[in-house]
């Protein structure tokens, strides 16, 4: 498998010389994506948090995770990924592996492919509240892997707990494609991401 790798403006992927939309790229270009009305703080703070929890949860995954050293303010979403693994007996088959699609023109990285119940399952792990397009984003992430797969994303709590959510909306990538197809035209067209 050819390995798309991430530009250094984290809006696309390059394999060789051709390069892909992210899907969140996608998925903010056409609105479904939209901070507007969140003051510029709280992004940065949630954002930064999201990265540094999965970071910590990645390298917890490799087993080279030091917990002694880990942020305290971490502790907590590694409790509750802790415990999502054990009460679901999930097991990673791929970590934060980028995916492109040649015939689709776009690329991802999902948190993490494995099995839950006997069937695969994509997984994108979250340290914010539900939105309304994760759903579109992980359906994204299961047409990348081109097979079948259960879509789920994992609510981590600062206090512990967990909430999973299953999508199951046959809509999502009929949505998707049209927000890919927008992007696309937008491009052509002279737009910017």
Known sequence: MTEAILDEKAVIYRVGDKAYPRVTTILKSCGFIDYSNVPERNIEFGMDRGRKAHKALEMWDLGVLNEDSLDERLAPYLKAY???????QFLPEMIEQPLFSEAYGYAGTPDRVGDINGHVTVVD???????PWHGLQLEAYRHLLGQCADRVAVYLRPTGKYRLEYY???NDWPIFSAALSCYNWKMAHGGTT
């Open 125 to 131: 792990i979250k340290s914010g509240s539900p939105e």
């Open 168 to 170: 199951k909306d046959l």
């Open 82 to 88: 802790k415990q999502f693994r054990q009460d679901t």
